[in-house]
């Protein structure tokens, strides 16, 4: 009998389980093959490199963690507000494994990391990307954002928890930590609106670019590996 074919993103599973146990750099391709239940040579015929593995890997996770944070701030009626984007953001990001040890390794010494930023050009991945400077632009025009606060000097502050975030996990108390940065920004950076349909339509059309060019990447490098749509409730991985 044939041995049925093996997805990619079974591969990918496989892969996101070691990366989330032993970080980028310790993980090897023949752990992956082995955890995934195929020759090496299946990984190559996939992917040319460790590299590009793990760049699929991170495509899919940040599609899928875009998606979770698109669902949660529909579902939010004050999802429009930077205090809540930010919290829903914080939230996906750490229910993902792979992105809360790539967030967490990206501004240290991790060699994997560091090729894999560079590869990318740094635009990509960086910690603040859902709210950088950009997209707080977009908000501060749709009055989301108090008028008096400066959206460049405000995406430096974010990006600073969020990687402080990141680097010190893991955390006991990482939904407190999380609810108290949000609740910092509802009082001091938050406009005082009642519609926040703004700020969600603001999100929804960068999400629409982020994920598509996730996609985009993820269908060059090869057959299945497409974003999967999380699961309701679908919780971070051991």
């Not at 407190?176 to 910092?184: P, S, W």
């Not at 519609?195 to 929804?204: E, V």
Request: proline share 3%; glycine share 6%.
């Amino acid at each position: 009998m044939a041995r049925p074919i093996v997805s990619t993103d079974h591969i990918l599973d496989n892969a996101a389980d070691l990366v989330a146990r032993h970080g980028f750099d310790r993980v090897t391709t023949a752990e992956i093959a082995t955890a995934a239940g195929v020759a090496k040579g299946v990984l190559y015929l996939r992917f040319t490199s460790k590299d590009e593995l793990l760049n699929a890997l991170l495509d899919r996770e940040f599609a899928n963690a875009v998606r979770a944070v698109t669902e949660l701030i529909d579902e939010d009626h004050c999802g429009g507000l930077l205090s809540r984007l930010y919290v829903h953001s914080l939230r996906a990001v750490h229910a993902s494994p792979v992105l809360t040890a790539f967030y967490g390794a990206a501004h240290g010494e991790s060699r994997a990391v560091t090729r894999l930023v560079r590869h990318r050009s740094g635009s990509r991945y960086p910690a603040r990307e859902l709210v950088g400077v950009a997209f707080l632009n977009e908000l501060h025009r749709a009055g989301m954002i108090r008028a008096d606060v400066d959206p460049a000097t405000l995406a430096r502050l974010l990006a600073v928890w969020s990687i402080g975030i990141a680097t010190s996990a893991p955390h006991d108390d990482l939904d407190d930590l999380i609810i108290c940065i949000g609740q910092l920004i509802e009082r001091a950076i938050d406009a005082d609106v009642t519609d926040s349909s703004p700020g969600k339509l603001a999100f929804t059309e960068l999400a629409r670019v982020l994920i598509d060019q996730a996609e985009q990447d993820l269908q060059s490098t090869g057959p299945s590996t497409a974003a999967r749509r999380p699961a309701r409730g679908e919780g971070a991985r051991s």
